[in-house]
């Protein structure tokens, strides 16, 4: 049929350049490897130094992966809440989520020793901060929802977006004038976002949630579609619009959450990867664009981690960093090139 | 009356309609009983503020009745569930579009939604329709447009052309001539009429066009301050109904020429 584009052309050299980009991606770092010793440690042959093997196995491959799962993660969670609010400037970032989670890992990190001792020790621990960071998330975008039913106008919800990242800002300058430098120094270095250090124990529970939140997100597909004609609309087409609206900003607070809890708080993505997307897939079919944006996440994931490990030398930035740096003027151009924001 | 003898589509008894709060009941009109038969074309008229966006409103559900009922297809209308009743009725707002970067093939494909599967994949059988629906409304050119590249008009047939997809055997617009030129006005009008008599399907639309109606519906719903009237246009003229539709200072029905002329 030939009523809509299927796109095939596009989706593959998508998938050429992701596998492309992620060969980059493990074949660079701190540590020069060959590349055929990279091949030969993917696949499990001897490489040329026993520490070779070690690397790639244990740090650069469950990087790659994490990268693969936070880039297309946050493209599809921004991809989501772009429909449901029928907003271009909806993203897990601006809605608030991210501010919540940060609020969450804030009150852990640093409410902690207003509990004491022994208990700030268990509470600080890597899987509570996960804990903290996706109910705070999820209780943020519980709000959000609640306003929304109430408030018709889409424009007050992206403020009140914006007001929960100030209350966050502020909370956290209260809490860190009553904590010690330490905690502090372990909040800001989990703001500045990072993908590499999860085991492949810790990859495998994130990679669970986030199967869970993609999975809502292909059933809410024609749910989504629907949306594209207004509410009221997609209400008289039969859609049961309390429970898609649920459904999609579960799967929303799943992915933005976890991804979140585990890598922190990553800007910009969310937001400009569908905008990115829709340049190249001129649709909004989310048929289309759904498995567009997981290519198009993966790919600008791993070549922002790539940058940020400034291969050859010991330094890595703050991936935070790097994907602001890139987001930021993305959007800016794609604003001046169309001087409008389709969705 | 031969018509009675027809399918009846819509029927309302009593109907109450309104806003209500926890404190208090706002009825802005009451005792409405309309019938409506299969492959009429009925129009919905009345003062601004006189209460027809809140009777479409109360007879898509969109808003909860004060007391009557309302039956479609002699179904009690708070029975069917969601799916069902978009099987039933199918409607074109005056609210914008949430998004306008679809086609106009995939805008009026989604008509079908309450038939297909899981993702909404169309069938053979549902490309036929929504081709057919595309000539009937005389889009079929415009297929491969974006919507923001309409006019007014253009979009307004689109629109159509997505509830006629729904294949509903109740389509009810609201307010569909607004921001339309004087020959789109009677162009959409004329369209609906040509609709209701190919399709068989009942058509309702409220609209400010008082003389078009007039000319092009089967039957009128008229809405004063104190009464619903439905009748064909002829015997309301007869029965000088227009004549108190509006404050009579300024405009006056004429009888002879079926339309309003204002005051000398």
Same mark, same amino acid.
């Given at each position: 049929?030939?009523?809509?584009?299927?796109?095939?052309?596009? @989706? #593959?050299?998508?998938?050429?350049?992701?596998?492309?980009?992620?060969?980059?991606?493990?074949?660079?770092?701190?540590?020069?490897?060959?590349?055929?010793?990279?091949?030969?440690?993917?696949?499990?042959?001897?490489?040329?130094?026993?520490?070779?093997?070690?690397?790639?196995?244990?740090?650069?491959?469950?990087?790659?992966?994490?990268?693969?799962?936070?880039?297309?993660? /946050?493209?599809?969670?921004? +991809?989501?809440?772009?429909?449901?609010?029928?907003?271009?400037?909806?993203?897990?970032?601006?809605?608030?989520?991210?501010?919540?989670?940060?609020?969450?890992?804030?009150?852990?990190?640093?409410?902690?020793?207003?509990?004491?001792?022994?208990?700030?020790?268990?509470?600080?621990?890597?899987?509570?901060?996960?804990?903290?960071?996706?109910?705070?998330?999820?209780?943020?975008?519980?709000?959000?929802?609640?306003?929304?039913?109430?408030?018709?106008?889409?424009?007050?919800?992206?403020? !009140?977006?914006?007001?929960?990242?100030?209350?966050?800002?502020?909370?956290?300058?209260?809490?860190?004038?009553?904590?010690?430098?330490?905690? #502090?120094?372990?909040?800001? @270095?989990?703001?500045?976002?990072?993908?590499?250090?999860?085991?492949?124990?810790?990859?495998?529970?994130?990679?669970?949630?986030?199967?869970?939140?993609?999975?809502?997100?292909?059933?809410?597909?024609?749910?989504?579609?629907?949306?594209?004609?207004?509410?009221?609309?997609?209400?008289?087409?039969? #859609?049961?619009?309390?429970?898609?609206?649920?459904?999609?900003?579960?799967?929303?607070?799943?992915?933005?959450?976890?991804?979140?809890?585990?890598?922190?708080?990553?800007?910009?993505?969310?937001?400009?990867?569908?905008?990115?997307?829709?340049?190249?897939?001129?649709?909004?079919?989310?048929?289309?664009?759904?498995?567009?944006?997981?290519?198009?996440?993966?790919?600008?994931?791993?070549?922002?981690?790539?940058?940020?490990?400034?291969?050859?030398?010991?330094?890595?930035?703050?991936?935070?960093?790097?994907?602001?740096?890139?987001?930021?003027?993305?959007?800016?151009?794609? +604003?001046?090139?169309?001087?409008?924001?389709?969705? | 009356?031969?018509?009675?003898?027809?399918?009846?589509?819509?029927?309302?008894?009593?109907?109450?309609?309104?806003?209500?709060?926890?404190?208090?009941?706002?009825?802005?009109?009451?005792?409405?009983? !309309?019938?409506?038969?299969?492959?009429?074309?009925?129009?919905?008229?009345?003062?601004?503020?006189?209460?027809?966006?809140?009777?479409?409103?109360?007879?898509?559900?969109?808003?909860? =009745?004060?007391?009557?009922?309302?039956?479609?297809?002699?179904?009690?209308?708070?029975?069917?569930?969601?799916?069902?009743?978009?099987?039933?009725?199918?409607?074109?707002?005056?609210?914008? +579009?949430?998004?306008?970067?679809?086609?106009?093939?995939?805008?009026?494909?989604?008509?079908?939604?309450?038939?297909?599967?899981?993702?909404?994949?169309?069938? =053979?059988?549902?490309?036929?329709?929504?081709?057919?629906?595309?000539?009937?409304?005389?889009?079929?050119?415009?297929?491969?447009?974006?919507?923001?590249?309409?006019?007014?008009?253009? #979009?307004?047939?689109?629109?159509?052309?997505?509830?006629?997809?729904?294949?509903?055997?109740?389509?009810?617009?609201?307010?569909?001539?607004?921001?339309?030129?004087?020959?789109?006005?009677?162009?959409?009008?004329?369209?609906?009429? =040509?609709?209701?008599?190919?399709?068989?399907?009942?058509?309702?639309?409220?609209?400010?066009?008082?003389?078009?109606?007039?000319? /092009?519906?089967?039957?009128?719903?008229?809405?004063?301050?104190?009464?619903?009237?439905?009748?064909?246009?002829?015997?309301?003229?007869?029965?000088?109904?227009?004549?108190?539709?509006?404050?009579?200072?300024?405009?006056?029905?004429?009888?002879?020429?079926?339309?309003?002329?204002?005051?000398?």
């Amino acid at each position: 049929m030939t009523e809509t584009k299927t796109y095939k052309l596009p @989706f #593959l050299i998508l998938l050429l350049v992701l596998l492309l980009s992620f060969c980059t991606n493990i074949s660079l770092g701190s540590v020069f490897i060959p590349f055929k010793d990279v091949f030969n440690g993917l696949i499990g042959n001897p490489t040329g130094n026993e520490s070779w093997q070690h690397i790639i196995h244990e740090y650069r491959l469950p990087k790659a992966f994490t990268a693969i799962i936070v880039g297309s993660g /946050l493209g599809i969670s921004g +991809l989501l809440m772009q429909t449901l609010f029928r907003n271009p400037l909806a993203g897990p970032f601006v809605l608030g989520i991210t501010s919540g989670s940060s609020l969450g890992v804030a009150l852990l990190i640093m409410g902690a020793s207003i509990f004491g001792g022994t208990l700030a020790g268990i509470l600080t621990s890597k899987w509570s901060i996960v804990i903290a960071a996706s109910l705070g998330s999820f209780i943020v975008l519980l709000i959000v929802l609640i306003i929304s039913n109430k408030v018709r106008d889409t424009m007050a919800i992206l403020i !009140i977006g914006l007001m929960f990242g100030s209350i966050t800002t502020a909370t956290v300058s209260v809490l860190s004038f009553f904590s010690s430098a330490e905690e #502090l120094q372990q909040y800001v @270095f989990w703001g500045f976002g990072s993908i590499g250090n999860l085991t492949w124990y810790e990859l495998f529970i994130f990679f669970i949630i986030y199967t869970i939140g993609i999975l809502m997100s292909l059933v809410s597909i024609k749910a989504l579609n629907t949306l594209l004609l207004g509410e009221n609309y997609a209400k008289s087409l039969g #859609l049961n619009l309390k429970t898609s609206r649920l459904f999609i900003i579960i799967a929303t607070s799943l992915l933005a959450g976890t991804i979140t809890a585990f890598a922190g708080p990553i800007v910009f993505i969310g937001l400009a990867i569908p905008h990115l997307t829709r340049q190249v897939f001129n649709t909004s079919n989310h048929k289309i664009l759904l498995p567009a944006v997981f290519l198009f996440g993966a790919i600008i994931m791993l070549i922002c981690d790539t940058i940020a490990q400034l291969p050859s030398s010991d330094l890595t930035l703050p991936i935070n960093a790097i994907t602001s740096l890139i987001g930021a003027p993305v959007i800016i151009w794609l +604003l001046v090139r169309k001087r409008k924001m389709m969705f | 009356m031969t018509k009675n003898k027809s399918h009846i589509v819509l029927k309302t008894q009593d109907l109450t309609i309104g806003y209500a709060s926890k404190k208090a009941k706002t009825v802005i009109s009451s005792n409405i009983n !309309i019938e409506l038969h299969k492959g009429e074309l009925v129009g919905l008229i009345g003062a601004n503020g006189i209460g027809k966006s809140t009777l479409l409103r109360t007879l898509t559900n969109v808003q909860r =009745k004060l007391d009557g009922s309302i039956t479609i297809n002699n179904t009690i209308l708070e029975n069917y569930s969601n799916i069902n009743l978009a099987k039933a009725l199918s409607l074109v707002l005056t609210e914008p +579009l949430g998004s306008k970067n679809l086609t106009v093939f995939e805008l009026v494909a989604l008509g079908r939604q309450p038939y297909t599967n899981w993702v909404g994949s169309l069938t =053979k059988e549902d490309f036929q329709i929504i081709n057919q629906c595309l000539l009937q409304t005389n889009i079929d050119d415009l297929k491969y447009k974006k919507c923001y590249e309409l006019s007014d008009g253009q #979009l307004q047939k689109v629109m159509i052309a997505r509830a006629l997809v729904q294949d509903t055997d109740l389509i009810i617009l609201d307010e569909p001539t607004t921001h339309l030129d004087m020959y789109h006005k009677a162009y959409i009008l004329k369209l609906l009429q =040509k609709l209701a008599k190919e399709t068989n399907k009942t058509i309702l639309f409220s609209s400010h066009e008082i003389d078009l109606a007039i000319q /092009l519906c089967d039957t009128l719903i008229v809405m004063t301050k104190d009464t619903v009237i439905i009748d064909q246009p002829s015997n309301l003229i007869e029965k000088g109904t227009f004549n108190d539709l509006f404050p009579k200072d300024l405009i006056v029905f004429d009888d002879n020429t079926g339309s309003f002329r204002v005051k000398k």
